[in-house]
C-alpha cells in the first residue's frame, strides 16, 4: 500500500503519494545545472525567473556539474564531471560544505546522473568505465560497482538514471541508443528495455518516468522526446517532435507540480515546458542564457530545507 502525506506549499494543498518511484510533484524552486560556467543557478518554479546563483561558480571546485541530487539530509549533490568526485552543498544556502565522495574513490571517472536509492545509498554514473557505482549514503565511502562495467553492453551513460516502478534501475547507455536494466537489489543486467537499433531513439540521455508511469527519453537525435510504455518498453509516441520550441540536444527532463514537462534545452541555453499529458509546447519556461546558463545538462525541483 502507497503511504500519502499532506503538505503546504505557497498556500496550497499537495497530496503526494510515495511508491517505489519518485516524481516530483511538489512545489519547489527548479534548479538547473549551468555546465559551462561551473554552478547551478535557480529559478521560480512558477514564472522561471532567476532567483539567484544557488551553487556559485567553481564553489568547492566545482568543474562541469553532471548531476544534482537531493540527500535524505536535505543537502544538495553535485557530481563534479572534470574531478571526478561527488560535492555536498547547504540544501538552504547552497554553501560548500563538503567533498562527499572524493576523487577517483571505486575508480568514479567523468561522472554525471546521480541519484539516492530505495537503500539509502548513493548511485552515480560514471561515464569513463561504463559502470554505476555505489557509495554508503551517510559516509560516502566506496561500496561496490553496482553495475558492473560494460554490462549489458552499457556505453557511456550519462544523464540517464532513475529507479523505475518495479524497483529496478534503468541507466542510459549513451553510446548504443538504448536503455538497460538492471536488477534494483543485486544490479545484475536484465534486458535491455528499450533496445539498441530501435530507430527513434538517438543518443539517449535523461530519463524520467512519467505520473502515467510511462518513461521518458531525451534523445540528442531528430526525435527530442520519446515516450515508451513503463511496463513493456515499447514506444508509444514521440512525444516533444522535432524543432517543437526551438528544442536543441535535450539533456535533462522532469515533471513539475503542474503536471507539465521541463526540458533543459542544452544546445540553445533554455529550459523548456511542455503539456504533460499531450507534449505541446507552451512556452520558454527560462530565457536562453538567463544568470549566465550556459549548456544546462541537469534539473531538479527541490525544496530547501525538505
Known amino acids: 500500500m502507497k503511504r500519502c502525506r499532506l503538505r503546504f506549499a505557497v498556500s496550497t494543498l499537495v497530496v503526494i503519494c510515495l511508491g517505489p518511484w519518485a516524481v516530483p510533484v511538489v512545489f519547489a524552486?527548479?534548479?538547473?545545472?549551468?555546465?559551462?560556467?561551473?554552478?547551478?543557478?535557480?529559478?521560480?518554479?512558477?514564472?522561471?525567473?532567476?532567483?539567484?546563483?544557488?551553487?556559485?561558480?567553481?564553489?568547492?571546485?566545482?568543474?562541469?556539474?553532471?548531476?544534482?541530487?537531493?540527500?535524505?539530509?536535505?543537502?544538495?549533490?553535485?557530481?563534479?564531471?572534470?574531478?571526478?568526485?561527488?560535492?555536498?552543498?547547504d540544501g538552504t544556502t547552497g554553501a560548500f560544505i563538503d567533498e562527499f565522495v572524493v576523487a577517483d574513490s571505486g575508480g568514479l571517472t567523468k561522472p554525471s546522473a546521480l541519484i539516492f536509492g530505495p537503500d539509502g545509498n548513493l548511485y552515480v554514473n560514471s561515464q569513463g568505465t561504463n559502470s554505476v557505482l555505489r557509495y554508503d549514503g551517510a559516509t560516502g565511502d566506496f561500496?561496490?560497482?553496482?553495475?558492473?562495467?560494460?554490462?549489458?553492453?552499457?556505453?557511456?551513460?550519462?544523464n540517464g538514471l532513475v529507479f523505475g516502478p518495479d524497483g529496478n534501475l534503468y541507466v542510459?547507455?549513451?553510446?548504443?541508443?538504448?536503455?538497460?536494466?538492471?536488477?534494483?537489489?543485486?544490479?545484475?543486467?536484465i534486458d535491455a528495455f528499450v533496445p539498441?537499433?530501435?530507430?527513434?531513439?538517438?543518443?539517449?540521455?535523461?530519463?524520467?518516468?512519467?505520473?502515467?508511469?510511462?518513461?521518458?527519453?531525451a534523445s540528442h537525435g531528430p526525435n527530442p522526446v520519446l515516450q515508451y510504455?513503463?511496463?513493456?518498453?515499447?514506444?508509444?509516441?514521440?512525444?516533444?517532435?522535432?524543432?517543437s520550441g526551438?528544442?536543441?540536444?535535450?539533456?535533462?527532463?522532469?515533471?513539475?507540480?503542474?503536471?507539465?514537462?521541463?526540458?533543459?534545452s542544452r544546445?540553445?541555453?533554455?529550459v523548456l515546458r511542455f503539456d504533460g499529458t499531450t507534449g505541446d509546447f507552451i512556452d520558454t519556461f527560462v530565457a536562453q542564457g538567463t544568470g549566465g546558463l550556459n549548456a544546462p545538462n541537469s534539473m531538479l525541483f527541490f525544496t530547501p530545507g525538505q
Do not use: C, W
Open 29 to 89: 524552486d527548479l534548479l538547473v545545472g549551468s555546465n559551462r560556467t561551473n554552478s547551478v543557478l535557480r529559478f521560480d518554479e512558477n514564472t522561471g525567473e532567476l532567483i539567484d546563483e544557488v551553487i556559485q561558480s567553481g564553489s568547492g571546485d566545482l568543474s562541469r556539474p553532471g548531476g544534482i541530487a537531493p540527500g535524505p539530509d536535505g543537502n544538495l549533490y553535485v557530481s563534479s564531471n572534470m574531478t571526478n568526485n561527488v560535492l555536498r552543498y
Open 143 to 158: 561500496i561496490d560497482a553496482f553495475v558492473q562495467p560494460d554490462s549489458g553492453g552499457l556505453t557511456q551513460p550519462s
Open 172 to 189: 542510459n547507455s549513451h553510446m548504443t541508443n538504448s536503455v538497460l536494466r538492471f536488477d534494483g537489489a543485486t544490479g545484475e543486467f
Open 196 to 217: 539498441e537499433g530501435s530507430k527513434e531513439l538517438a543518443q539517449p540521455a535523461g530519463l524520467t518516468f512519467g505520473p502515467d508511469g510511462n518513461l521518458y527519453v
Open 229 to 243: 510504455d513503463g511496463i513493456t518498453g515499447q514506444l508509444l509516441s514521440i512525444f516533444v517532435p522535432a524543432d
Open 246 to 264: 526551438m528544442i536543441r540536444n535535450p539533456t535533462a527532463l522532469r515533471f513539475g507540480a503542474d503536471g507539465n514537462l521541463y526540458i533543459d
Open 267 to 270: 544546445g540553445n541555453s533554455r
